[in-house]
Structure formats: C-alpha cells, structure tokens
C-alpha cells in the first residue's frame, strides 16, 4: 500500500459515556470507507474479546487504520475506539495522548451523562479538537433538539458544530467522515526526524511474543531496523509490522503520524512499558516523551488459587495478563486460612470483576476471591506514614494517631425528580454536597464529596434503583483525609480469619459485624462440634452467631430404666465433642468469604 503524507492523517478516538454507541458508530465508519467487507461485518467487529461481546461493553481500547477518498485525495483515519465504564478512564486517557482529535458521542434520547462530562473535559485538557456527535437519531423517543442545549451548557460546544448521526442506520455517518476531514487537524511530526514513537498499548501472543502498539511521533520505522525502548533500555530488531484494519495488515514501514503495532520476538513481558519511548538503537537516542500519568489503583483485594497447588499456573497467568492490562498490579502474599495468592490492585469493582473472569476463563484456573478494600493512610504515633493496602496491616489501635481514608467527587446526572432519593442515598453514606447544576429544564448534575469506600461497594446499584435506570455517574480522587475508622476481625472458632478482616467506619461496625457473622453462620456447614463466630474489634465482641453442632441420640437404645445411664451416655457424648473441638478444623466456603460485601442492611 503506498505510503501517505502527514497531511493527509487524521488520528481521532470516540468518547462517550457507556452505551451511548461507540462500538457501533466504529462499525459504521469501518463499512463506509470500506475497511472491511459486509462478509466480514458482524456487530461491535472491535470488541473482539470473548469477554466484551458476552457483557455487550468494551473493556479494550482498539486501535484502526482506514483509508478514506474524497475528490480524489486519500486519507488515512486512525480510529482508536475507547471503553465507556467509569474503572476503564484510563484506557480512555492512553487513547486521547495518541490523538489530535476526538467524537464527544452522547445518546439522542438519554443526552449527557456523567462520563461524557468527565470524557468530554479529559479530551479539552489533552488540547484535542471536539467533533460533537448526537448519536441515535434513529429513535421514536429521541429529543437531538435538547440534547444539543445540554451538550452546549454543559461542554460549551457550538450548536452549529453538532454532527447528527445514527450509528444504526449509517444516516449522517459520510458528513461525520467529512467533518473528521475538515475538522482535526493533520500530526505535527517529521518523517525524516529521529525515530520517537509512543507505546500505548501491547498484547501478549504465545507465539510470537508481545506485540507492541505504538504511535509515531517522529521519524520512520522500517522492518529490520533496530530499536531501543528507553526504560529499559533494551534493544531489539523489528521482525514485523504493520497496521490494523481491523486485523494486523503487515507493511514495510510506519512514519510520523501513524499508528500501527511492532514484532520484535520480545520475549520478556517485563521489558515493555505503557507509555514508554521507542527510538533508533543506533547513535544518541530521542528525547524520552512525556508518557502517562501514573495510575491510582483503588482497590485491592486477594486473588487465591481454589487449589494450592496450581500457585506458579496463576502467576504466569498473572504476568501475561499484566502486559496486555498494565493498570492492574499484583503482588505474593499468604494468608492462613488461604495459603499462597496475590494481593492484586484494581482501577474499580467491575475491572476486579472482568480481571477474575479473564483469569479463569482464559488461563482456566479456579480462584478464591477475598473481600475487595481500597487503601488507607494510616499516621502512626512515631510520625510515620503507612499506606494499608489489606487490613492485616493495621497496627494496634495504640500506635495509630491518625486513620485517613481516600476521599472522591462523584459527579451525578439524573433527572429533576430524583434529586431527593439521591441526596438521601449520599447523606446515609457520609457525603458533603458541593454543587447543584441544572444542566437543562428536566436534568441536573449534583457533585458530592464521598468516602471511596462508600462509593465503590454498591452505590452505582443503589443509584440505578433510586433513579429508576436515568441516573448516572463519574467520579475522581481528590486525596486522604482523616476518619473515625476501625478494623473489624472475624473470629471462627477464636480463631481469627485473616482473609475475612475489613476496614469500616466506627459507626457501622456493629451492623456490618451482625451482618457477617449471620450470614457466615448461615453458609458455614454444621459440623461435629458446636462453631462460635464472632465479629471482634481488638479484643472487644461486638456480634455472635453459633453453628449448632450435628447430634447423634446417643440415648436412642434406652427404654425406660434409670436416668443416671442416660446422663452417663451424654456425658460421654459431651467430652467426645470436646476433644473434636480441639483437633477439628472449620471449612469456610467460598461463599462465606463473599458474605463480607454485605453491608449489614437488612433486607426490607
């Protein structure tokens, strides 16, 4: 394919909040320029993980190479189609550095949300130029007029600017590919410059290595040349590379401006970075670009193998994972009741959630999954700092002079009657209102300062049952600040279950403490002796359950006769117990360990 000049590339990604159509906008553009053939076609063709077609949302960033004619001039559009979820705004922020210009999607009838808000002013910050889309046009409820009004007060975006389209039926989809045209501007790059190429994504291939995605932002790659990835200062020589369209279409070089993916038999999954330059390994190497903010994991919890034995298969599954979703980490630790696991950090509940999925589904192994918690800073006594990832690793109650907790703004889109049954649901979990914003005549956007912990176990479920499904939201980190919190232990038997510890506030120990140990009462099996669970902050009991031992009627044989031989019989009975209590050992269910995420609230 002949090679193409700067000017006539266009590097764009679609934002938008979840659901409002990205993926199916792509399929749209990709079958007008004829990237790919109606043979080919089938819906959502970018979000080819098993996992992204069975949940219908895109956990992937994808990048895509298509060239498109118009009065007789070709242009070569990368698209790089970008998650919606809030734990995925990350994915979303790699994209944007890859960028000149980004599509603002927002759905003709449920208009702004909370994510386009937050993916809208990421794009603004990353200098890009906005292309305002109204997406499903094609509806018999759709309100494009109003919507327009609220993308306008809400992003400042020009009425007139507005592209309307509908992914669906491919109406308005050639003025979009015109307004992309005239719209972004072409890369600011020098083909014959010294090579500096951004890495923003890879993906593991168990035969051919990592696969390395990168955009170029100076100079020429060519196959056979040697290249120097400047963290690690490594070198290797490029085997292969090429573009996707959707799939790898090798070619003989990628220049400035262009993105495209590199083969260089790497072999060591350490040895590639997001965010990491690539330049000529020969003579002095190009200056290092800025790369990407560091992730802020915020939540942690421990991944265990079902079976102990299956330890280093998790590990290798792990490492592959990691290279081709750099913003989880993981750890070793070992828990007593567990045995051999990692503590692994998430970017939310649902990225935790999709990791465990990938892990067994596509490394096939069977996993025990430990209360999630996000992390503390703990003052000691002695001045120090302690960041607290899992709660075995709070200190006694006497050397802490300061529990500090991670503090987020949650910004709110909901419609005008729900107001009342939201600021409820954020008072009960200890949030400061800052902003009440009317963003048109029937919607409003509340910004409120919560606890993280408040917002990530189950406020978004609790949110779409009090908005009736309208309500949506965003939310960011704004730092620690101090709190009246206490480590809760769970006790079976006396004995303190490590993995079953959580982190909450003083006021809700006591209901989340009888929660607990009713529900681990009601999952633990009976066994031969009588189980005391408990619920212990320090060494004070503050709830108790017991799991009823299994009794046999020793006293069945006896008709009548003298009490004393009855008496004989259960006492013997009762010292059997003893002696199994003593030497016994509880099995905890998985379930149990799950039993922990509730909350304490009764059920209505």
Same mark, same amino acid.
């Given at each position: 394919?002949?090679?193409?000049?700067?000017?006539?590339?266009?590097? +764009?990604?679609?934002?938008?909040?979840? =659901? *409002?159509?990205?993926?199916?906008?792509?399929?749209?553009?990709?079958?007008?320029?004829?990237?790919?053939?109606?043979?080919?076609?089938?819906?959502?063709?970018?979000? =080819?993980?098993?996992?992204?077609?069975?949940?219908?949302?895109?956990?992937?960033?994808?990048?895509?190479?298509?060239?498109?004619?118009?009065?007789?001039?070709?242009?070569?559009?990368? $698209?790089?189609?970008?998650?919606?979820?809030?734990?995925?705004?990350?994915?979303?922020?790699?994209?944007?550095?890859?960028?000149?210009?980004?599509?603002?999607?927002?759905?003709? +009838? #449920?208009?702004?949300?909370?994510?386009?808000?937050?993916?809208?002013?990421?794009?603004?910050?990353? /200098?890009?130029?906005?292309?305002?889309?109204?997406?499903?046009?094609?509806?018999?409820?759709?309100?494009?007029?109003?919507?327009?009004?609220?993308?306008?007060?809400? @992003?400042?975006?020009?009425?007139?600017?507005?592209?309307?389209?509908?992914?669906?039926?491919?109406?308005?989809? #050639?003025?979009?590919?015109?307004?992309?045209?005239?719209?972004?501007?072409?890369?600011?790059?020098?083909?014959?410059?010294?090579?500096? !190429?951004?890495?923003?994504?890879?993906? %593991?291939?168990?035969?051919?290595?990592?696969?390395?995605?990168?955009?170029?932002? &100076?100079?020429?790659?060519?196959?056979?040349?040697?290249?120097?990835?400047?963290?690690?200062?490594?070198?290797?020589?490029?085997?292969? $590379?090429?573009?996707?369209?959707?799939?790898?279409?090798?070619? =003989?070089?990628?220049? !400035?401006?262009?993105?495209?993916?590199?083969?260089?038999?790497?072999?060591?999954?350490?040895?590639?970075?997001?965010?990491?330059?690539?330049?000529?390994?020969?003579?002095?190497?190009?200056?290092?670009?800025?790369?990407?903010?560091?992730?802020?994991?915020?939540?942690?919890?421990?991944?265990?193998?079902?079976?102990?034995?299956? +330890?280093?298969?998790?590990?290798?599954?792990?490492?592959?994972?990691?290279?081709? /979703?750099?913003?989880?980490?993981?750890?070793?630790?070992?828990?007593?009741?567990?045995?051999?696991?990692?503590?692994?950090?998430?970017?939310?509940?649902?990225?935790?959630?999709?990791? #465990?999925?990938?892990?067994?589904?596509?490394? =096939?192994?069977?996993?025990?999954?430990?209360?999630?918690?996000?992390? %503390?800073?703990?003052?000691?006594?002695?001045?120090?700092?302690?960041?607290? *990832?899992?709660?075995?690793?709070?200190?006694?109650?006497?050397?802490?002079?300061? +529990?500090?907790?991670?503090?987020?703004?949650?910004?709110?889109?909901?419609?005008?009657?729900?107001?009342?049954?939201?600021? &409820?649901?954020? *008072?009960?979990?200890?949030?400061?209102?800052?902003?009440?914003? *009317? @963003?048109?005549?029937?919607?409003?956007?509340?910004?409120?300062?919560?606890?993280?912990?408040?917002?990530?176990?189950? @406020?978004?479920?609790?949110?779409?049952?009090?908005?009736?499904?309208?309500?949506?939201?965003?939310?960011?980190?704004?730092?620690?600040?101090?709190?009246?919190?206490?480590?809760?232990?769970?006790?079976?038997?006396?004995?303190?279950?490590?993995?079953?510890?959580?982190?909450?506030?003083?006021?809700?120990?006591?209901?989340?403490?009888?929660?607990?140990?009713?529900?681990?009462?009601?999952?633990?099996?009976?066994?031969?002796?009588?189980?005391?669970?408990?619920?212990?902050?320090?060494?004070?009991?503050?709830?108790?359950?017991?799991?009823?031992? $299994?009794?046999?009627?020793?006293?069945?044989?006896?008709?009548?006769?003298?009490?004393?031989?009855?008496?004989?019989?259960?006492?013997?009975?009762?010292?059997?117990?003893?002696?199994?209590?003593?030497?016994?050992?509880?099995?905890?269910?998985?379930?149990?360990?799950?039993?922990?995420?509730?909350?304490?609230?009764?059920?209505?």
């Amino acid at each position: 394919m002949p090679q193409i000049d700067c000017t006539h590339i266009r590097n +764009f990604c679609i934002v938008a909040h979840i =659901d *409002h159509g990205k993926s199916t906008l792509a399929d749209r553009l990709l079958e007008k320029t004829g990237t790919i053939t109606l043979r080919e076609m089938k819906e959502q063709v970018l979000d =080819d993980m098993e996992l992204e077609r069975a949940r219908g949302i895109t956990i992937k960033a994808r990048a895509v190479a298509m060239r498109y004619t118009r009065g007789g001039e070709t242009y070569e559009l990368n $698209l790089i189609d970008t998650p919606g979820h809030v734990d995925f705004h990350y994915e979303v922020s790699r994209s944007l550095a890859c960028c000149e210009g980004a599509l603002l999607l927002a759905d003709a +009838f #449920q208009g702004v949300e909370a994510q386009t808000v937050a993916n809208g002013y990421a794009a603004i910050e990353h /200098d890009l130029v906005i292309v305002p889309v109204i997406n499903k046009i094609d509806l018999k409820q759709a309100r494009a007029d109003e919507v327009a009004e609220e993308m306008n007060h809400s @992003l400042g975006v020009d009425l007139d600017e507005i592209v309307r389209v509908s992914a669906k039926t491919g109406a308005g989809v #050639q003025e979009l590919l015109d307004a992309i045209v005239d719209r972004v501007p072409p890369p600011q790059g020098d083909p014959g410059a010294r090579l500096q !190429a951004m890495v923003f994504d890879s993906h %593991y291939d168990k035969y051919r290595g990592a696969i390395t995605y990168i955009r170029l932002m &100076n100079g020429t790659v060519r196959k056979g040349d040697r290249i120097k990835f400047l963290r690690k200062r490594s070198v290797y020589e490029v085997l292969d $590379l090429g573009q996707f369209a959707p799939r790898p279409r090798p070619c =003989d070089q990628l220049q !400035a401006g262009q993105v495209g993916y590199l083969i260089c038999n790497i072999k060591s999954i350490g040895d590639v970075h997001i965010g990491d330059t690539v330049t000529i390994a020969q003579g002095e190497p190009a200056k290092a670009l800025p790369g990407y903010q560091p992730l802020q994991r915020m939540v942690y919890c421990g991944l265990y193998p079902s079976d102990g034995q299956d +330890f280093t298969e998790l590990r290798d599954a792990l490492e592959k994972l990691s290279i081709n /979703d750099p913003s989880f980490e993981f750890s070793p630790e070992t828990s007593e009741a567990l045995g051999f696991g990692f503590r692994c950090g998430f970017l939310g509940l649902l990225h935790m959630e999709i990791v #465990q999925q990938r892990l067994e589904g596509e490394a =096939d192994i069977d996993l025990v999954q430990t209360a999630p918690n996000v992390t %503390y800073q703990i003052i000691t006594t002695k001045g120090e700092t302690l960041e607290i *990832h899992r709660p075995q690793e709070v200190p006694d109650a006497g050397l802490i002079d300061e +529990f500090r907790q991670p503090i987020v703004r949650v910004n709110f889109v909901l419609p005008e009657e729900f107001i009342g049954a939201v600021m &409820n649901l954020c *008072h009960e979990r200890r949030g400061v209102q800052k902003v009440v914003e *009317h @963003l048109s005549a029937t919607r409003v956007m509340l910004t409120y300062d919560l606890p993280l912990a408040e917002v990530i176990y189950d @406020l978004h479920d609790k949110l779409k049952s009090a908005t009736r499904g309208y309500g949506t939201m965003n939310y960011e980190l704004l730092g620690y600040e101090p709190a009246d919190l206490v480590r809760l232990d769970i006790l079976v038997n006396g004995n303190k279950v490590d993995a079953l510890s959580v982190i909450c506030n003083r006021g809700d120990a006591d209901r989340r403490g009888r929660a607990v140990v009713k529900k681990l009462a009601e999952e633990i099996d009976r066994h031969m002796f009588e189980i005391a669970v408990q619920a212990a902050i320090g060494s004070r009991v503050i709830a108790r359950e017991t799991v009823k031992a $299994l009794r046999k009627n020793v006293t069945a044989k006896c008709y009548g006769g003298d009490i004393t031989r009855k008496r004989k019989l259960w006492a013997k009975q009762r010292e059997g117990k003893k002696r199994m209590k003593s030497i016994g050992s509880v099995d905890i269910p998985q379930k149990a360990f799950m039993a922990v995420l509730q909350t304490g609230e009764e059920k209505k």
